[in-house]
C-alpha cells in the first residue's frame, strides 16, 4: 500500500487516514475543519472532483458538507478512517442502463424467436412434435410389429 503524508502533525489538529482504491493516505487537518476541506484536500491527493466523492466514516456517508469533523472523533481521540468511493459519473450510468436494456431486448428477442421457430417446425415437420399419436396410429390394428 502506499501511504503519503498531506500536511506536518501539530497540536489542535485532526489525523485522518484516508482510503482510496488501493491507496492510503495520511493526512491532519486543522480541528475545526468541516467535511468540505476533507473533500477539497482528498480531491487535491487522489484526483477525485468533490462533487464525485463518497466519503464514508465508520459507516456513515459524510454528505453534510459543513459537518465538523472533531463530531466525528471518537472521546478517546485517535485517528479518523475516512473511505472514499468515487461515485459514478451520469454518462457511466447511462451506458450501463443502455447495456442492460440492450441484454433484456436480446433475451426477449431470442424467446420470441425460439416461440416462432417451434410454432412454424411443428407445421412443417409434424411428426416431430405428435409422437403419442404416431405411435397409436401404427399399432392400430392390435398388432405390435415387435410379434412378427
Not at 18 to 35: A, G, I, N, Y
Not at 109 to 130: D, G, N, Q, R, T
Amino acid at each position: 500500500t502506499n501511504f503519503r503524508s498531506a500536511m506536518a502533525s501539530g497540536a489542535g489538529s485532526i489525523r485522518v487516514r484516508l482510503q482510496h482504491h488501493k491507496d492510503r493516505f495520511e493526512m491532519t487537518l486543522p480541528q475545526d475543519s468541516r467535511v468540505s476541506a476533507l473533500a477539497q484536500e482528498a480531491a487535491r491527493l487522489t484526483a477525485v472532483e468533490p462533487g464525485r466523492q463518497r466519503l464514508i466514516c465508520r459507516g456513515k456517508v459524510l454528505s453534510d458538507a459543513s459537518l465538523k469533523l472533531e463530531t466525528l472523533l471518537s472521546k478517546a481521540g485517535g485517528e479518523l478512517p475516512v473511505m472514499l468511493l468515487p461515485m459514478e459519473s451520469t454518462a457511466n450510468q447511462a451506458k450501463r442502463n443502455w447495456l442492460h436494456y440492450q441484454r433484456l431486448i436480446h433475451s426477449w428477442l431470442l424467446s420470441i424467436w425460439a416461440l416462432i421457430y417451434s410454432f412454424f417446425h411443428s407445421l412443417l415437420v409434424p411428426k416431430a412434435y405428435a409422437k403419442g399419436k404416431q405411435h397409436q396410429e401404427h399399432h392400430s390394428d392390435g398388432l405390435d410389429p415387435s410379434d412378427l
